[in-house]
Structures are given as C-alpha cells and as structure tokens.
C-alpha cells in the first residue's frame, strides 16, 4: 500500500485528494445537519422561550436579553459544531488509519523547501482544527528556530473556527460552487504559508531545519468506539472553550447594539449603536478592498473576530438581520426579505465577498492564539505575527479586488500595496541581519 | 578559569574518540548509501533519538524506501517502520547482510 500511497508519483495527488475529501465531507453532510440543528434551536430559544417569558409578565429587556442574546448566541453555536463534528470524525478516522504519519512523510519533500522539518507538517495540520494547539503542538520540534517559524505559519491554516465564516459567506454568493470556495480558501492559505516560509528563511529565518524522524504507525481499519472517543474529546474542548468565548462576545455584541449614542461619522447627529460607530471608524481603512460605508457590519465582523473568529458568523447574523442595517433601507422602500438579500446587497456583488474571505483567510489570529503565540515565544514574535498577518491580509484582499473590479485609480492602489510588499522584504531582511549579527 | 575550560576540551575530545566509528573500509556503509530492498546490521549509530527508537548497535535493519531526490528515507526495525532524515541516515553506518 505504501508503495502507492508514499509514491512520488501518486503520492501527491492522493494527499490533496483526501485533504479536498476531508473538506467536502464537512461542507456538504454538514449541511442538512446546520438545519435541523438552527431551526430546532430557534424554535426553542427565539420563539417559545419569549413567549413563555411573556406569559410570565418578565420586563422586555430581560426578554431580550435570555431570548435574542444568550438564546441567539445558542442558535450560532449550534450552526458550527456540525462541520466541525465532521471535520474532527475525518481527521480522526486519518489519524487512526495510520495516514497522518504518511501524510507528514509526502509533505516533508515540500516543507524542506519553505524552510520547515517535515515533522512540523503535524502542528500545521492541527493548525486546521484550532490555532492554539498548533502552537501548543510546535513543542514537539526539537530546535527553537523551527518552534518559532513553525508558529509563525499556523495562523496560514484555516482552523474550524473559520469555516463556519467561509461556508456562510461561500452559501451566499457562490450557492452552486461553495464546496470548491471553501476548499479554494483552505487551499490559498496554505499558498500563503508556503509563499511566507519561503520569505522567512530568505530573510529571518536562513539556517536549515532540524533533523526529522518518526514512526510510520502499520495501517488498521479503524474503529468506530475510536473514532468516536477522539472526535468527542475534540468537540467537547471545542464547546467547551470556543463555546464561552462566542457566547460572551455574541451576548457583547447584543449589549452593544442596543445602546445608541450620536453618530460622530455623520453631520446630522442622528443616534445610532455603539458598534456602528466602531464599524464606521475603521471602515474607510477596508473601503479599498471592497467594504463601502453603508457596510460598517462587515467592519464590526472583523473587530470581534479577533476575539474569536466563530463571533464573525453570529455578528453578521445578527447585524445583518437586524434593524439597524435596515434603518437607511427603509428611506428607499427596499426593505430586504432575508439576511442573505441584505448580505447581497451590503456586498454588492461577489468580488467584495471574496476580497473580504480572503481578507479573513489571513488577518490576525483571535486573542486565544496570540496569547498562546505571547507565552510560547514572547512579545516580539506575537508583534510581529499580529502587524504582518493584518498587513498581509490588507494587502491581498486590496490586489484581489482592485484588479478584479479595475478602474484607472486602482493603478495607486496596486503600485502602493506592491510599494509595502517591497518594505516588509526588506524589514525581514534587516531582521535577519541582526539576528545573524546577535547570534 | 582557562584551566577549567582546558579540562572540558579534553573531556569532549576524549569523549568524541570514544564515539567514533572504527569502521573498515569496505566493511560498512552509511545508511542513507543503501539501496531500497537491502538490509544489514546498525554498526555504529550515536544519535540519540535513534538508538531510542530501536535503531542500536547489532540490530537488523532493512531499506524501504531510498530515493536520493528526497531529503528523507524509510527504514524497517523489527515491525515498526521509520521515516529518518538523510543526514541523521549519513551518520549511521550499517554492515550488509
């Protein structure tokens, strides 16, 4: 078997084969499953809990706060751990079949060439599941070089957290085609981590990796009470730990739209939510890669997405649906249907949603994994990780979406992030003068 | 002080003399030299990680997979198989069977 599967003919296309196999069984299982799940919870929490709360003469914001916060919060949750669950079952039943180690094995050939120790593939895969146990996982790597760039490269990897974003979004614009998006952003991140390492070790990072050496575990079927357990104890932390994090920042995000203060963006001091003003504050900052003023919520998605990246999906959710988006729709008698018609039409077409997934694919890592980046290698190294991936992310998604929708004054906007590309290369490059000086 | 950093030198030069492989030419081979199929003995191997995972002095040792393109190569201890870097595979010498 390993004569097919380790091949270096066949070995390759097989990987990339099972990896799209691993985000098709999440995508399109998922999906029947998201629905069953979103609509028993709303049933429960967003239509009988409020009634049952008006029977019992509780105030409104109370109401409002058990049903629309916490019970909207809920219904989110809910929506992620389908694609998860099976992404965990996919990766375990690999795992357990005695692939992984092979998969580590084919990977080496082209992680050597971005400057990594084929052993590092492993907390870059983990990378897929969740950032802060692949920066956790880069313990294994026995030189400190390697640890650091290792940990440098997992935020690349898109982790579950991110593909409830993805599938959203991709369900939106790109219905017939969303599994190939979704696996098109999986795949361009790891362009992006190759493009990276291979920038690193040109410039930071120019000694050779460590030594590899690992077990090929014998192949087995595995078994279900296996899979099973390992896909639970994954899921179970996931709930467990993300689950508060999004509850919190959805309850935040909730609070926040409820209270109104004057708009300072705007000259007619109209009140409007907290969040509005913060979306407004840093929108013209996104207005090159396609986010216009009208749509401030996408500007919101991104604030509590450092927070974690799950709150991006119960953000637009809520912001999207809710009745500010609609207040200035209601001056123009388009009052949309849905929160898809509302997404469609904030976006304005496809190429803003893209630029902005891809904007997401590479912007900062939550707050979770930055701490866990600060306690691992310090502050310089989390700076560093924090200023490049926003400015990187900025970058992509302006060049994407500036040449996909050209005018004459995209021409500046090209030449300026090319401008900035040109002054990390050579930052980077400075760095590793220094550090080569130090040591 | 200089007497004392005199004194690690010799120790480390006499400890390294002890790690060398007195190997006859032509009796052993590197590793990382040996074509897929073949097996042999581990001669000398001082790498730790290694030795740990069964690849010690006097064990059998066969080659599964050696293609020079590639920077690792997969070899057969007993029933447990290994993927090993080509330069830890360089300092590994085996006599062929």
């Known amino acids: 078997m390993d004569k097919v599967l380790l091949s270096g003919f066949m070995g390759l296309p097989i990987f990339f084969f099972v990896m799209y196999l691993v985000f098709l069984i999440a995508v399109r299982a998922s999906d029947p499953v998201i629905g069953i799940i979103e609509g028993g919870l709303s049933w429960l929490f967003l239509e009988q809990l409020p009634a049952m709360l008006d029977l019992l003469s509780v105030p409104s914001w109370i109401t409002y706060f058990l049903s629309d916060a916490i019970g909207g919060g809920i219904v989110t949750i809910g929506t992620f751990i389908p694609p998860i669950f099976f992404i965990y079952i996919s990766l375990s039943i690999l795992e357990d079949s005695g692939y992984m180690a092979r998969a580590a094995f084919i990977a080496d050939k082209f992680m050597r060439k971005i400057g990594l120790p084929g052993k590092a593939f492993i907390p870059l895969l983990v990378g897929f599941g969740c950032t802060v146990p692949a ?6 790597l026995e030189n400190p070089r390697d640890r650091v760039f290792a ?4 935020p690349f990897m898109s982790c579950g957290a991110k593909l409830p974003v993805y599938t959203f979004l991709a369900m939106v614009f790109f219905p017939a085609r969303a599994d190939i998006v979704i696996f098109g952003l999986y795949f361009f991140g790891v362009v992006m981590a190759m493009l990276t390492g291979l920038l690193l ?3 930071i ?5 460590g030594n590899f050496v690992m077990e090929l575990p014998p192949y087995h079927v595995p078994t279900f009470n296996g899979i099973m357990l390992h896909t639970w104890f994954r899921l179970k932390d996931f709930i467990l730990r993300a689950g508060k994090t999004i509850l919190t920042v959805i309850v935040l995000i909730t609070i926040m739209q409820a209270i109104m203060v004057p708009n300072v963006f705007s000259s007619e001091r109209e009140k409007v939510s907290v969040l509005e003003v913060a979306g407004h504050a840093i929108t013209p900052v996104l207005r090159p890669i396609g986010i216009e003023n009208e749509n401030w919520a996408a500007s919101v998605a991104l604030i509590t997405g450092l927070f974690a990246k799950e709150a991006i999906v119960g953000t637009m959710q809520s912001l999207y649906s809710g009745h500010e988006m609609s207040m200035d729709m209601a001056e123009e008698d388009e009052l949309p249907s849905s929160l898809s018609e509302n997404l469609q ?3 304005g077409g496809w190429k803003a949603a893209l630029a902005y997934l891809l904007f997401v694919v590479l912007y900062s890592p939550c707050a979770a994994a930055l701490a866990m980046l600060f306690k691992e290698h310090g502050s310089r190294w989390t700076i560093f990780s924090f200023v490049y991936l926003n400015i990187l992310a900025w970058i992509i998604a302006m060049l994407f979406f500036q040449i996909s929708s050209f005018t004459p004054g995209s021409i ?3 030449a300026l992030g090319l401008g900035i590309l040109t002054l990390i290369y050579f930052n980077m490059k400075s760095i590793g003068r220094r550090n080569e000086r130090t040591t | 002080m200089n007497a004392r950093r005199r004194m690690r030198q010799w120790g480390n030069r006499f400890f390294q003399s002890r790690r060398l492989c007195h190997c ?5 081979l590197p590793l990382s030299e040996i074509i897929e199929g073949k097996s042999g003995t581990v001669y000398c191997n001082n790498d730790l990680r290694t030795i740990e995972r069964g690849i010690y002095i006097g064990s059998k040792i066969s080659i599964f ?5 590639e920077p690792n190569i997969i070899v057969a201890v007993g029933d447990a198989r290994y993927v090993l870097d080509r330069r830890i595979a360089e300092t590994i010498r085996v006599r062929i069977d």
């Open chain 1, 135 to 140: 920066i956790m996982a880069t313990r294994t």
């Open chain 1, 151 to 154: 940990s440098l490269l997992t």
């Open chain 1, 201 to 203: 070790k040109k410039t």
């Open chain 1, 205 to 209: 990072f120019k000694t050779e990796p």
């Open chain 1, 345 to 347: 039409d904030r976006f």
């Open chain 1, 412 to 414: 500046y906007w090209i």
């Open chain 2, 24 to 28: 006859q030419r032509g009796d052993c």
């Open chain 2, 65 to 69: 997979r050696n293609e020079t393109q």
